[in-house]
């Protein structure tokens, strides 16, 4: 019976909404009442007897406090050749320590009192932010103060900093869309802009603990700062408060004139970045954008609705939900304050359909630029924008961070908070000169990432092709190398192929190698040990298994093909990764010797022992070092460009605890050294030498 009745309910419900919303009312006949005007809170203003401006939002629904200074600097401003130099400095600041307290001490205390700090640098600017409960907001604000006034730039955090960073830079090309962002602002902005130059090693190298004490002189001044803070205070609580332990904030800030921005020039083109075993290409079609101008700004933000913006928008609808190519698009008309945006549309679509897309696109464009948008179009775009545009201002926060934004870039608040009844009265003629204006198809370019031999349609169509190096340049070694000369070629491969024969003649002979190693990792303050092993076949078969913490990693190469597996996922080896695996080992060197250079540097005195130096390089300009013992003969130091758990730069290799096995000489202990710190201590259990190994080990499976 329940069912019965369920059912009955069921079906009522079903054709009261039939009778509602079919044969009777439609939705588009329903009429809203106008939107609510939007009421700010009042923004409160003050100024500090250094010169530091204060601006609040009382708002005392609950007991925290929000603190976010904004001081002018940044990313834009760091010197050439010394990018990250601004970011470094926030990040040594916040963990740096002060006078008299270690970093981890703050760390603690922040901690036990549920306060966070941070410092962060943007292009434009550097911000401070706080957040704390009103009764622990004074502890917050006296920390701050000697983060401020007397930081300690601990060396130890500056080069933690830096192989952080050192790690970001060797991930850098992981994921596509990022690639397709970056080499972008590369394309319209110059490979060497202020506003789209890359990190680099090279730049981590050049930048020391006193550059970072220079930026803080610079910009961290008090007439430079203005504080924005939202909670229970009143501003006649508030500021004395800051004076309290701001107050002291001394000198004037030093800051160097804006960059000035040189337009690169571009005919159309189209560029293609190689992404190793992709499946689908990333796509942007766009050219250089253009300064704030508040005249324009509801326009574009309209034309940004109908055209390339939300899920009804006309790149959507064609690419999506007619064309079936992608799940999404997005980009449009972008703008910046003291420098040109940039005007892009982007998209990503499987390889076979690349070809499709960008014409797709490019039609798009096309259309509107010569066809007014129709008045449904034009009506939804501004509904869109009036009813997202409340949740702007949701908060107190939101509010202040507006206020502060317009009054840090100058802008006439008027204007901007005009913008509601601007949108208003745009019309379709509006939206079609902005598309005339604002869109040059004879300067746009396309760029594409993805894996070339995928793309089964004639990328030719689209233009000549360009293409785009996105390698990681190798951090530079320091020693300067002397020219090689045919004595120092002979000598060298004289020396290295006597301690051959002395210790290594075994490799003549050998087919196999079975591994068992423990390895102990340290990467920045943590440690890892982990259990491995390994089985080769020569000259080109490597299968590795490692665990560590309960998990397996695998690595298989086979030829000119590998890859790795970690916590179920797969990552293709890429040709330089398996290049990099081979080069310089002992059986490589041995029995393919024509294809490296072997220049006798220079005899070293290391640890009271004499090393006789040899630099070892290919035609690709890949190169090693190794230091044999003059007296046994024995290869003892390597010195090369090492990558471990990201972390990239020079190391030294220490071999020791040699035993001999098969007429081999093998190390039983390698410890790897990176800017003087042991970062790998490995211990050999066991080596096998020339035993029968399955050759299924090996196999390269498809995904």
Do not use: C
């Amino acid at each position: 019976m329940r069912k019965i009745t369920l059912i009955i309910l069921i079906l009522a419900v079903f054709n009261l909404g039939i009778g509602v919303f079919g044969k009777g009312r439609k939705l588009e006949k329903i009429k809203f009442p106008p939107l609510n005007e939007i009421v700010k809170p009042e923004v409160l203003k003050a100024e500090l007897d250094n010169g530091i401006k204060i601006r609040l939002i009382e708002d005392s629904k609950f007991p925290v406090v929000n603190f976010t200074a904004y001081l002018k600097g940044g990313d834009v401003y760091d010197p050439s050749g010394k990018t990250g130099l601004s970011s470094i400095t926030a990040q040594l600041l916040r963990i740096g320590g002060v006078a008299g307290i270690k970093g981890e001490e703050i760390d603690k205390i922040l901690d036990m009192n549920g306060v966070t700090i941070s410092f962060g640098s943007s292009l434009d600017y550097f911000t401070i932010n706080i957040s704390a409960l009103k009764s622990n907001f004074d502890q917050a604000l006296e920390i701050l103060a000697k983060i401020l006034i007397s930081p300690a730039f601990d060396k130890s955090k500056f080069e933690e900093i830096k192989t952080q960073l050192s790690s970001s830079i060797s991930r850098r090309n992981d994921d596509p869309a990022s690639i397709r962002g970056k080499e972008f602002v590369k394309l319209i902005y110059g490979q060497n802009s202020p506003f789209a130059v890359e990190l680099e090693y090279e730049h981590l190298d050049n930048i020391t603990i006193n550059d970072a004490k220079k930026v803080h002189e610079m910009f961290f001044r008090p007439s430079n700062m203005m504080i924005g803070v939202t909670g229970p205070y009143s501003i006649s609580e508030l500021k004395p408060l800051l004076q309290k332990y701001l107050g002291n904030m001394k000198g004037a800030p030093k800051i160097p004139p804006y960059p000035l921005f040189k337009s690169p020039s571009h005919k159309f083109k189209v560029y293609f970045a190689e992404k190793a075993n992709q499946t689908q290409s990333q796509i942007v079609v766009g050219h250089l954008g253009y300064k704030e101008n508040i005249g324009e700004k509801a326009k574009i933000l309209v034309f940004n609705s109908i055209f390339s913006q939300g899920f009804n928008s006309r790149l959507m609808r064609r690419l999506r939900v007619k064309m079936g190519l992608t799940y999404g698009v997005g980009g449009g008309i972008s703008s910046e304050y003291f420098y040109p945006g940039d005007v892009s549309f982007t998209t990503f679509t499987k390889s076979e359909s690349t070809v499709t897309a960008v014409n797709a696109i490019l039609d798009e464009i096309k259309i509107i630029r010569t066809e007014k948008v129709t008045e449904k179009e034009l009506s939804e775009a501004k509904d869109y924008f009036l009813n997202s545009y409340v949740f702007k201002f949701s908060s107190s926060g939101k509010v202040l961070n507006d206020h502060i934004r317009k009054e840090f870039y100058k802008l006439d608040k008027k204007k901007y908070d005009d913008l509601v009844n601007q949108i208003k009265t745009v019309t379709a003629d509006d939206v079609l000169s902005v598309a005339q204006k604002f869109l040059d198809p004879e300067k746009m370019v396309t760029l594409i990432v993805g894996t070339r031999k995928n793309i089964t349609e004639d990328l030719s169509e689209l233009g000549k092709i360009t293409d785009v190096d996105i390698s990681i340049k190798p951090p530079q070694i320091k020693e300067k190398i002397p020219g090689a000369t045919a004595a120092s070629l002979k000598k060298g491969k004289d020396v290295l192929f006597s301690a051959f024969a002395n210790n290594y003649s075994g490799y003549k002979k050998i087919r196999t190698a079975i591994k068992e190693s423990v390895l102990n990792i340290t990467l920045g303050q943590r440690s890892f040990t982990l259990d491995q092993s390994t089985t080769v076949i020569y000259p080109d078969k490597v299968y590795s298994e490692t665990k560590v913490m309960g998990m397996l990693m695998k690595r298989v190469i086979n030829g000119k093909k590998g890859y790795q597996t970690q916590m179920g996922q797969r990552k293709e080896l890429t040709k330089e990764e398996i290049e990099e695996s081979e080069f310089g080992g002992f059986y490589d060197i041995f029995h393919f010797r024509s294809k490296y250079n072997f220049q006798y540097l220079k005899e070293e005195k290391i640890n009271g022992v004499v090393y006789d130096v040899i630099y070892i390089t290919d035609k690709e300009d890949k190169w090693v070092k190794f230091f044999i013992n003059k007296i046994n003969k024995r290869i003892e130091i390597k010195e090369k460009i090492n990558n471990i758990g990201g972390q990239k730069g020079l190391g030294r290799t220490y071999l020791s605890q040699f035993k001999k096995q098969n007429g081999i000489l093998f190390p039983f202990k390698t410890e790897v050294f990176m800017k003087d710190k042991k970062v790998v201590d490995i211990t050999m259990k066991k080596i096998i030498i020339n035993k029968v190994v399955d050759n299924a080990l090996f196999k390269i499976d498809t995904k």
